[in-house]
């Protein structure tokens, strides 16, 4: 069965570096997302991503973070400069349609902020 | 802002008992989907109920969605360890992005 993958599995960086999230979605897959989930909290919506551009995205979704498809099978989170409280579980989740479609999600990446 | 409560919030019991989670919300969802997630991975979907009083049988597990499409639980019966995990419901409305409740966290004793 297809499935989403993501690296690198856990990711260590210094307050203040540059990340770079990476992600290949399910191949006919259209609809793509990161969600992140901090310790013992919920799984939080940060962005969606259809026909090569932001769909929608919520308030945790600063400046800091940029996605992008380079491109056919890619799907990347940016964080230009983390910050502590940026810590998370980072997943990656692609979709075949919109309304009512189920998510496939990776196994995420760890995020650790130094 | 759509918000889902899931109670309880942490369930301990032992092998071959039943239980039931439910996931509440004041917001009317077009669906209602249910996820388990174990550590270090991601959500895998259980499944989605559409239609208001809908119920949804997988092997032990039933899932019911409410009548007025605002709420929805999930009954187990006679629970396994491998049933241990975390169970979320996430809802959708329209054409906005999904949201989670805080889940429940199962844990089946042998």
Redesign the interface.
Known sequence: EPE?TQTPSHQVTQMGQEVILRCVPISNHLYF?W?RQILG?????LV?FYNNEIS?K?EIFDDQFSVERPDGSNFTLKIRSTKLEDSAMY?C?SSAG???S???????TRLTVT | TQLLEQSPQFLSIQEGENLTVYCNSSSVF??L?W?RQEP??????LV?V?TGGEVKKLKRLTFQFGDARKDSSLHITAAQPGDTGLY?C?G?S??????????TRLSVIA
Do not use: D, I, M, W
């Not at chain 1, 909290?41 to 919506?45: A, G, P």
């Open positions: 989403v997302y969600y909290q919920k799984v939080e919506f969606s929608e919520s997943f989740a919109l309304r009512n189920p998510l496939h999600f990776g196994n995420g | 077009s669906s989907q996820y270090g991975e991601g959500p895998v979907l989605t559409v979320l996430a959708c329209g054409n906005t992005p999904l949201v989670f409740g805080k889940g």
